[in-house]
T-cell receptor
Framework: GAVVSQHPSRVICKSGTSVKIECRSL??????MFWYRQFPKQSLMLMAT?????????EQGVEKDKFLINHASLTLSTLTVTSAHPEDSSFYIC??????????FGSGTRLTVV | SQQGEEDPQALSIQEGENATMNCSYK?????LQWYRQNSGRGLVHLIL?????REKHSGRLRVTLDTSKKSSSLLITASRAADTASYFC??????????????FGTGTRLTIIP
């Protein structure tokens, strides 16, 4: 079946630095990928929709200059958290549309900003 | 904003019993999906029910959908310890701009007691 690989699974960074998270579709082409954020014991909140070859669509309240999304190929989308602060610490999950209303999720990235 | 509300927020039952989780959503949907998430991991797709369907089965899972009440339920029969996880409903909608979007409910944390 369709597999999405997300990397890294865990990252600790210093406040003020930037962190890049990768989301790859391994055996299919994903024209659309989605980035979610999940706080402990809470649900997934959609941050942005990543479209190959075009600008990402951000949800209301999500700072596009802080959460940079690049979807330069049909198999790779990246999320860069710029100038990270402790409040950005969270679990970030990507997913890719597999067509026919199907979605495959990455295993998530635990970001801790110290 | 969150699409759906789920109840209960947490549920603990004895192994072998049935578990029922409910989801309510706010807007019209194309379909509704249920996902499972083990602690700190990505999401696994369980079942999809289309807006013109009322009930769907998959193994020990049974999902119902009532579009007039904007609600859905997930029933897990003969629960097992391995069913312990968080369960989320997710509504598939098409935005006014034609973008697809999967927005998640608040989730139910299910604990199966051996």
């Amino acid at each position: 079946g369709a597999v999405v690989s997300q990397h890294p699974s865990r990252v600790i960074c210093k406040s003020g630095t930037s962190v890049k998270i990768e989301c790859r579709s391994l055996d299919f082409q994903a024209t659309t990928m989605f980035w979610y954020r999940q706080f402990p014991k809470q649900s997934l909140m959609l941050m942005a929709t990543s479209n190959e070859g075009s600008k990402a669509t951000y949800e209301q309240g999500v700072e596009k200059d802080k959460f940079l999304i690049n979807h330069a190929s049909l198999t790779l989308s990246t999320l860069t958290v710029t100038s990270a602060h402790p409040e950005d610490s969270s679990f970030y999950i990507c997913s890719a549309s597999t067509g026919n209303y199907g979605y495959t999720f990455g295993s998530g990235t635990r970001l801790t900003v110290v | 904003s969150q699409q759906g509300e789920e109840d209960p927020q947490a549920l603990s039952i004895q192994e072998g019993e049935n578990a029922t989780m409910n989801c309510s959503y706010k807007t019209s949907i194309n379909n509704l999906q249920w996902y499972r998430q083990n602690s700190g991991r990505g999401l696994v797709h369980l079942i999809l029910i289309r807006s013109n369907e009322r009930e769907k089965h998959s193994g020990r899972l049974r999902v119902t959908l009532d579009t007039s009440k904007k609600s859905s339920s997930l029933l897990i029969t003969a629960s097992r310890a391995a069913d312990t996880a968080s369960y989320f409903c997710a509504a598939y909608v098409i935005s006014n701009f034609g973008n697809e979007k999967l927005t998640f409910g608040t989730g139910t944390r299910l604990t199966i007691i051996p």
